[in-house]
């Protein structure tokens, strides 16, 4: 069936540096790739998307680059803060499907 | 705020019992989605409703149940609760039927089966 795989399960860095988390999804016809944030007990937010027909996308320090190809897209963050410290989810669907396939999340730690 | 609401905001009840968890989408917005989140793990997802009809399931117990009545809210209902259905319930809401749309959250209800 299908599946998202993420990685890593958890990530620190320091302030001001830069993180990524990948995904690897496994249905070659998913076009639409959304990460959310989730900061703890509260609900997942969307922060940015991709379609399948973009390589990447950016929104101030959040980017986001797709690799059909390799079926991996990832989050970058760059200038870390300490508000980024949450559970980061990407997820993949497809049209014709009437549910997203979400990734295990990561725990992102900015450290001061 | 992502314009989608949940009630109530907690709820502790007993096991055996059964309840029951409201979502409203956003204005605009067709489809509602139930998601299910244990303590820190990912989101599992339950049932979709669009415009009233069921169009997807997932890990759904028998135990549980949904509908999406005719002013697009939704409702989750949980019976014969079990220790190990403590766990945050997210609706999400989008406009269009199809997973290709950007889903919003609601704030969840956090609950508790003692």
């Known amino acids: 069936g299908e599946n998202v795989e993420q990685h890593p399960s958890t990530l620190s860095v320091q302030e001001g540096d830069s993180a990524v988390i990948k995904c690897t999804y496994s249905?070659?016809?998913?076009?639409?790739f959304p990460w959310y944030k989730q900061e703890l007990g509260k609900r997942p937010q969307l922060i940015i998307d991709?379609?399948?027909?973009?390589g990447e996308k950016k929104d101030q320090r959040i980017a986001v680059t797709l690799n059909k190809t390799a079926k991996h897209f990832s989050l970058h963050i760059t200038e870390t803060q300490p508000e980024d410290s949450a559970v980061y989810f990407c997820?993949?669907?497809?049209?014709?499907?009437?549910?997203?396939?979400f990734g295990t999340g990561t725990r992102l730690k900015v450290l001061a | 705020d992502s314009g989608v609401t949940q009630t109530p905001k907690h709820l502790i009840t007993a096991t055996g019992q059964r309840v029951t968890l409201r979502c409203s989408p956003r204005?605009?917005?067709?489809?509602v989605y139930w998601y299910q989140q244990s303590l820190d793990q990912g989101l599992q997802f339950l049932i979709q409703?669009?415009?009233?009809?069921?169009?997807a399931k997932g890990n759904i117990l028998e135990r549980f149940s949904a509908q999406q009545f005719p002013d697009l809210h939704s409702e989750l209902n949980l019976s014969s609760l079990e220790l190990g259905d403590s766990a945050l319930y997210f609706c999400?809401?989008?406009?269009?039927?199809?997973?290709?749309?950007?889903?919003?959250f609601g704030p969840g209800t956090r609950l508790t089966v003692t």
């Open positions: 997820a993949a669907s497809r049209t014709g499907t009437y549910k997203y396939i």
């Open positions: 409703y669009y415009n009233g009809e069921e169009r």
């Open positions: 999400a809401s989008s406009v269009g039927s199809q997973s290709s749309y950007e889903q919003y």
């Open positions: 204005s605009g917005d067709l489809s």
């Open positions: 249905d070659s016809a998913s076009n639409y």
């Open positions: 991709i379609r399948s027909n973009v």
